[in-house]
């Protein structure tokens, strides 16, 4: 017989439940991000459980899963330690199906959040995401900006429906943000160059870690907003974003 191998849940697959999750409990809603605070980086708090159990004897375990399949995004919803526990102790409460729906409810109402958010985006809330991603570090890299993003995008590992949804709302969110860049860069004729420039660094230096695709997508949302869970400040990181990825030659050939 074979030898059970159990996979831990990648940086990136953990990055993309929390972003996904809006950095909520799935079964209570509590808030499982603490902003980030000075110098200090965000702190993701929750927990990825398994909704079908990742080894023999844990809860709702499938022994006809592999070990990749229970690691895998759609295998694991976001919840506090304590909710963490209770569904795994309460298994019959709390089946697959009953797991699912939750995962699913949670996403539909960030959808819902962020659907009504975008069409009041408006210029003040785009300065103050610009702002933070032209004032961001700018380190030298070793990956070079690849070409023609757009395009390319669903080739580098857009996988998931979710991300699908963000990348569509951010594309079809961009006018508004070219409007506000050719108004700013009459004051600035730099700007829309820093603003790149800003944009490019934050994902050469992501990229460099290995994120790729739907977490690289998340990360790079998360850092638009300067980390914040707030509708209005996620809309506009998301404009931003579908602005930059026009403008910008940042995915993979």
Not at 29 to 54: F, K, N, Q, T, W
Request: with cysteine; charged share 25%.
């Amino acid at each position: 017989m074979a030898e059970f191998v159990v996979l831990d849940v990648t940086p990136g697959t953990k990055l993309l439940l929390a972003h996904v999750a809006g950095g909520c409990c799935a079964k209570c809603g509590c808030s499982l991000l603490e902003e980030a605070s000075g110098d200090d980086p965000p702190s993701h708090v929750g927990e990825c459980a398994h909704i079908r159990g990742e080894k023999p004897g844990a809860a709702r375990f499938d022994s006809s899963m592999t070990s990749e399949e229970r690691r895998h995004f759609n295998n694991l919803i976001y919840l506090d330690g304590r909710c963490h526990s209770i569904v795994d102790d309460q298994e019959s409460t709390y089946t697959v199906e009953v797991l699912r729906e939750m995962k699913a409810a949670q996403w539909r109402a960030l959808q819902s959040r962020i659907t009504n958010a975008l069409p009041r985006v408006n210029f003040p809330e785009l300065k103050v995401i610009c702002d933070a991603i032209v004032s961001a570090p700018m380190e030298s890299s070793e990956v070079s900006p690849p070409t023609h993003p757009v395009e390319k995008m669903r080739k580098n590992g857009i996988e998931t429906p979710e991300v699908d949804f963000l990348v569509r709302q951010a594309l079809g969110s961009a006018a508004v943000v070219r409007e506000f860049v050719g108004r700013f860069a009459q004051l600035d004729q730099n700007f829309p160059e820093r603003l790149r420039a800003g944009f490019v660094a934050e994902f050469n230096a992501q990229h460099a870690t290995g994120l790729r695709g739907d977490a690289l997508f998340v990360v790079l949302h998360s850092f638009a907003a300067s980390h914040s869970s707030e509708p209005a400040r996620q809309a506009a990181a998301l404009s931003v974003l579908g602005y930059l990825f026009e403008a910008c030659e940042v995915f993979e050939p």
